[in-house]
């Protein structure tokens, strides 16, 4: 078994920084959800929201990244892959710099130093090294990675990761998604909680 794993909103939640960020500019009322994906429709359905959302992007992966917290179950399911000896890559869709950013910081240097400041570079904890790490400037880009790197398994929030004709049909699709809806595809798997997929991919065979 090889996993690759999605990075933002899959191991990374960033659902406090979108709602902060965008109540403070006026985009959302008080009360919405705080949730990544109901702040993004609700500011899609804004004059000019899809660029709206883009800034917010630029700071919540940029300047605001060190605020961002590790999705609950992703340490305990990556402890499960190394006391298993699973190999696992993190193969992230992720420009170096953001379009709509009011300053230019390396996106991709963030995520790192994120990683590095969680505990994912020490040798007791995850064992995790940058040689597993592979940033894609697209997401055909980023399906190309999970080929060359042989993933039996792919996890991402994002299901058009999967819907894509590129994707390769013998990688098992497991969705994150924390409203557990009911996917487009057949053979894509959907959780919402980490924990579930630790119980699909290593207890329940």
């Not at 709509?100 to 790192?112: C, D, G, M, P, V």
């Not at 997401?139 to 792919?154: D, G, S, V």
């Amino acid at each position: 078994m090889i996993i690759g794993i999605d990075f933002d909103n899959t191991i990374v939640s960033y659902d406090e920084i979108f709602y902060e960020e965008a109540l403070s500019r006026g985009l959302i009322r008080s009360g919405t959800e705080k949730r990544k994906m109901v702040v993004r429709d609700n500011i899609r359905k804004l004059p000019d929201g899809d660029i709206e959302w883009q800034k917010l992007q630029a700071v919540a992966y940029g300047q605001r990244m060190k605020e961002a917290r590790i999705i609950s179950g992703v340490r305990e399911f990556l402890r499960t892959c190394a006391i298993n000896n699973i190999m696992f890559y993190i193969i992230s869709h992720k420009t170096e710099f953001a379009n709509y950013a009011e300053t230019k910081i390396n996106l991709r240097s963030e995520a790192i130093g994120w990683l590095k400041n969680k505990g994912f570079f020490k040798s007791n904890e995850f064992d995790f090294s940058l040689n597993n790490l592979y940033f894609a400037f697209t997401r055909p880009e980023k399906i190309e990675y999970i080929k060359q790197l042989k993933c039996t398994h792919f996890i991402d929030d994002l299901e058009e990761t999967f819907l894509d004709a590129s994707f390769p049909v013998n990688v098992n699709k497991i969705l994150f998604n924390k409203s557990c809806k009911n996917a487009s595809l057949k053979d894509i798997s959907v959780f919402s909680k980490w924990e579930h997929i630790t119980k699909h991919l290593f207890h329940e065979n």
